[in-house]
């Protein structure tokens, strides 16, 4: 189990990343114009985006080799 401590910086890690990689991109024009496109970014973080802490894999591909290496023993 993860201490708050460690579950802090995960969590400020992915916001330093998600502002880096995403939002600076963005139109920021208004709050309407940003939250229209949070899902998609939201999808390609989780779809395609490489993770250095994940083996360049993106969060979904790692889930999902992970449960197929616990399935198959």
């Known amino acids: 189990m993860q201490s708050w401590t460690q579950e802090n910086g995960i969590a400020e890690s992915f916001v330093n990343t998600f502002r880096r990689d ?3 991109r963005m139109d920021l024009t208004d709050a309407a114009t940003v939250l229209a496109q949070l899902p998609a970014a939201f999808e390609h973080f989780n779809e395609v985006h490489p993770h250095s802490s994940l083996k360049m894999r993106s969060p979904r ?9 616990l399935t198959n023993g």
């Open 61 to 69: 591909e790692f889930r999902q080799q992970r449960s197929q290496a």
């Open 22 to 24: 995403y939002v600076s």
